[in-house]
């Protein structure tokens, strides 16, 4: 029987069912080992840490201290625990104060994090990754019912032999990247288990970025949203993504010499609500070059369990959105890329790549800053200001020939997306044939037969035909370019503009918001403070997204919302 949950109260079914989480594809592939003891290994499962408290409940009025447990991982140098779901962390509605919670604090250096009932849920029974094998986990319990700790073991990483390598995406004939600290821009790092034995994969490393004005809202590529390994999908059985900002330099083990991640401080670690994402399909040739691309993605973060922040607050603002400028123009691109084999301690951590901007195609721009896998997401940034034009999708750069890269940027407005021996592909001369293209299907939507408008609308017209006679003729002979999307695209404005997920908590000072003790069906209510405490619960966040009804109303008085007081004007 499936109990209806009241609010403040956390209950389950004793199963275990899939883990939700925002994912991409994969980067590094690991092995199997057990007890954090393999030196070969990056990241894998130990069910060493296993424990079950059972219901356990204070003996006194007060909140008490019911049970303690010490994870000691020999050599572990790295650590996220998993809780299993028969974990229960209760809360007493009448006073905030009464809370069940787990407090798990780093032996090494003492820091720690603490989880109610409401964050465990929206980690999905994940702990952030601390620095160490050592941490203590602290189970306090409230009078009056049952508190349980149920952990199923540790997702932990021992030595990390992280690849390294350039790519196409490097410009020129170095990588001119340097260490940057944009406070704004993060690392997306997902770990996934697939089967039940040991083993544990890496996602795919990416990058994201806040946005300015919404406290809720970050950027990143679409394809970085997808749970795939080398390209092909998976059904996992459990995943878990954080994204971190202020990445600390890689450490090297003193007695085996191999390199490991260090994983941001606690409060620079979050969780995605991944009911927020919003992706577009990207439009990729048959080189996996973003071609006319819709290649970007919007999601949104819990709040940091230690500060109550998110990165936008903590981290202290975002990027403003504006239209590409005219080109040229020089452009930063700042990112978690790898770096060459012979950088160890930097694999991963931001650098940023300066460049010009020299394309613009629609929603579509170019560049020849240089850039790496792991920058996918990275924003396009105007230098020397925080204005965001586009975001980082695929690379191009690269002067070597072979089928899936040419020594030239072969395409100028006007020569028309075309297949050649199977491939879409431009030939870099405007001429009869672009022409003809353009008569042939005037008038028609942009189809699938391997040509395509060059204009920003829906159908082949007057833009395509002006765009061939003002460039006809040979097109520029211009080093292949790094491609991004221009973030004045419609659909990601559109999806900005949209609130899902806990993003609709921003709502609270929209013109229309109703008062919180109303049932007035408006997305949030105008006290934000209520909007947030409601909606940060997984059951309640259709009031912020949705609109704020009834049950709204009786949560808002069950949480003790003050609801005295009036819209403010």
Known sequence: MTTTPRPGFRYTNGGMGLLTLLVATALVLLTPASACADFATNLFITTDVELDTGPLEPEGSSVELLASHEIDIPLGLSIMVVFREETHLPMDPTDSTMRSRIVMTNL?????VTFDGNTMQQWNHFSPFFNSGNVRLDLYGIPGTTSRMAIEGGWCQRNTAVSGGTSRSICGDEDNRVLSDHPYVGRIQQAIRLDLSQVIFFGTICTAFTIADDPFTLATASHCTKLEINNTPYEALAYATIIGFNWPLNAQDEKTGLWRFVYPELEDQYRVDVRS???ATPSLDACSHSIFSNDHAIFTVYPNPVTGLTPYEQQMGGLEIVPPPDTPVTVDVPGHGLRDTDLPEVQLIQATGTGTLLKQSCFNIGYDADTTSGQSGSPVI?????????IHSSGGCNNDLNQCSLPYQTWCLGDMWQLKDGRKRFNAIVDVNDLLAVLDHWGEPQGEDGFRSVDCGDTWGQQDLMAVLDNWGPCPEVNRLNAGQALVDPKIEAAI????????????TASDAGRCDDANGTAACCDCDCARTVCLYEQYTYCCDIGWDESCVEAALYFGCDLGEDCPK
């Open 277 to 279: 994402t919003q992706r």
């Open 382 to 390: 105007v230098a020397g200001t925080n204005q965001v034009i586009g």
């Open 108 to 112: 090494d250096d003492g820091k720690s």
């Open 497 to 508: 503009t949209t609130r899902t997920g806990i993003r609709g908590i921003s709502l609270c």
